[in-house]
């Protein structure tokens, strides 16, 4: 665990473990939970699609393309759960091809009309 304050910046960072210098790390999705085994039920999405959900998260220069880093501001659920747990969706790409999902960036959905 990690413990810390309410609005206390909390940054992280994902690596790929792979001897394939050729390969790049992309934060698709995070979403957190009071429960480690139920992402469904009670969540905050901090990011979706690569697009932040939360006004506190961003993604951060990174020193490498094999690592992905970002942060937000610690919160709590409103029922005062003790422990909050994340879970991040990562997406893994070949470095330098810009038509794959990791230099994408943000993709939001457009809403198609319902018309006949």
Do not use: W
């Amino acid at each position: 665990p990690y413990y810390v304050d309410m609005n206390q910046n909390l940054f992280l960072e994902a690596s790929l473990h792979s001897s394939d210098q050729n390969l790049t790390v992309f934060v698709d999705t995070c979403v957190a939970s009071p429960n480690s085994s139920d992402f469904r039920t009670v969540v905050y999405e901090l990011t979706k699609s690569g697009c932040a959900s939360d006004s506190t998260y961003s993604l951060l220069p990174s020193p490498r393309s094999d690592v992905a880093r970002f942060g937000f501001n610690a919160f709590s659920f409103v029922n005062r759960f003790p422990s909050i747990f994340l879970q991040c969706e990562l997406v893994v790409c070949r470095y330098h091809d810009y038509s794959s999902r990791c230099y994408q960036g943000c993709v939001s959905r457009l809403k198609r009309n319902a018309d006949s």
